[in-house]
């Protein structure tokens, strides 16, 4: 005849369920954990291959060194997408541009100088890639040539007030500055070979027009919304 469970055996049974249980818990976490990594990695490389699908042109390495072209084609390999995007139209220019002048960054693109202003600062934004690369094209830029820096959603124009030929060792260009300014950086002579003796400067200061129509923009909207 069947008899009823006594404690003895209920307490065995109530060990053996939480223990099973625990081990579905785990499981179901693991399996969680490992599936949203598995979507991050995935959305991360995605997000990357979109930017540079729509924001960022195929390089135009006609001037560039062979020891450029294939430092470049190394450094794609990096999956990190850059913090903006800068554009000499009259000069056929575009660049993506990270976070700094490392050794990868300037390989694949062009980078912020360190100690000048980021993009979100008013001030001196310094700017630094390969002169037998993306930046041999400014050995053409001229007065006046609009400079155009993409960026957090929205396009800031520049126009180009300045160039000169400076030493290395010369920080005054890199020095802030009252209005909201890019200056570009590369060694000089373009096409030296060895270590270039000195610096070419491109300095662009905001289109001051563009900043006055965006404030009123924004009053404009802020009105609307009350």
């Known amino acids: 005849m069947l008899q009823d469970s006594g404690p ?33 990695q995935e959305s991360s490389t995605k997000a990357v291959q979109e930017f540079r699908a729509m924001s960022v042109a195929p390089a135009d390495q006609a001037l560039w060194s062979h020891q450029r072209v294939v430092a470049y084609q190394e450094a794609q390999r990096a999956g990190d ?83 000169s030929i400076v030493t290395p060792d010369d920080g005054s260009v890199l020095a802030p500055t009252a209005r909201r300014s890019i200056t570009l950086v590369t060694c000089y002579p373009f096409y030296f070979v060895g270590s270039a003796p000195q610096r070419y400067i491109v300095r662009a200061e905001l289109d001051e027009s563009q900043t006055r129509n965006e404030v009123l923009i924004n009053r404009n909207l802020n009105r609307r919304e009350t």
């Open 81 to 163: 997408v850059p913090e903006a995007v800068l554009r000499l139209p009259s000069l056929a220019l575009e660049v993506p541009v990270y976070g700094d002048t490392s050794d990868l960054n300037l390989d694949r693109g062009a980078g912020r100088i360190p100690g000048t202003a980021t993009l979100d600062q008013a001030g001196n934004l310094g700017i630094a890639a390969h002169r037998d690369g993306f930046f041999r094209k400014l050995k053409d830029a001229a007065i006046g040539m609009d400079v155009y820096l993409e960026h957090g959603g929205r396009t800031e124009r520049y126009h180009i007030t300045e160039i």
């Open 8 to 40: 003895e055996d209920a307490e065995p049974m109530l060990m053996r369920w939480i223990e099973r249980s625990a081990w579905v818990v785990g499981f179901t976490l693991l399996g969680t954990y490992g599936g949203m990594r598995l979507w991050a």
